[in-house]
């Protein structure tokens, strides 16, 4: 008997990406469901909103900065710590890119857990780190803030704000509030499942709720298409706010009858699979979340470190 792979591990097939301008100052790097980066071109200078994977990747969003400012790329902000975000800063510095930075608590999760957390990205998902041997080691921070921080990028103000936790207990976002435009992270998602393997279930949708509470006019999501309108930015908030809400009752209500991760990951998919069973990444999440969403329930605050090791372990678990 052949074992089961990650559902991840025989996702081959490129996606295609498109350069999006929202405004004379923004622009999303959207990948079809895959990652997402965020451009903010100021007066005086360039700020990039999650790296991409690796170097080698980074290097066909710098062509299209390219291709719309001659504009030092100055910033690199860090939206959370995953590996999949964050291993292509060095492209960057190496274009003269002065500061990388994070919020606090995105800091405290790479010292913390950036070496496992990359090894076991690496691993899962093999087709997502083309160039991999282009990674010269974890990104680390030269810039850290507690709450928020404002950024002058000439006349332009941009904000970099932790508002809750949610995705990770770091989540940061990138906001201009004269244009009312948000670069939100993996807080929110759209069309494609929300990854929770190192969530804080319970705080996200109030964090959400804080986000919407800030009318954001436009917003570009962790994974997905950039939402254009006000409309779209709701749905966007609402289908991310309902994938976290129905994943944690529905391991909840699992925790309290007693039941096994596995008795969990059963349950926990007559709610989830008829309204996301469809959606990108959607097999290769769910594993994840259940485990992580059955821990929260059962009073473990703290995400568990996720390592190769216990990717596999449980993995085949709730395979077998
Ligand atoms: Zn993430």
Redesign the pocket.
Known sequence: MSEKKFASQADLVEKKTSFVKLSDNAYAYTAEGDPNSGVIIGDDSVMVIDTTATPVMAQPLIDHIRSVTDLPIKYVVMS?Y?A??VLGASAYVKEGAEQVIASRGTYELIVERGEQDMKSEIERFPRLFAGVESVPGLTWPTMVFDSEMTIFMGKLEVKLMHIGMG??KGDTIAWIPSQKICFSG?LVEFGAAA?TGDAQLEEWPQTLETLRAMGPEKLVP?RGPALLTPAEVNEGIDYTKDFVTTLLAGAREAVAAGHTLKEAMASVRCLMDPKFGQVFIYEHCLPFDVTRAYDEASGIKHPRIWTAERDQEMWHSLQA
Do not use: C, F, N
């Open positions: 959370h995953h999949v975000r995705h990770t993996d990854y962790g």
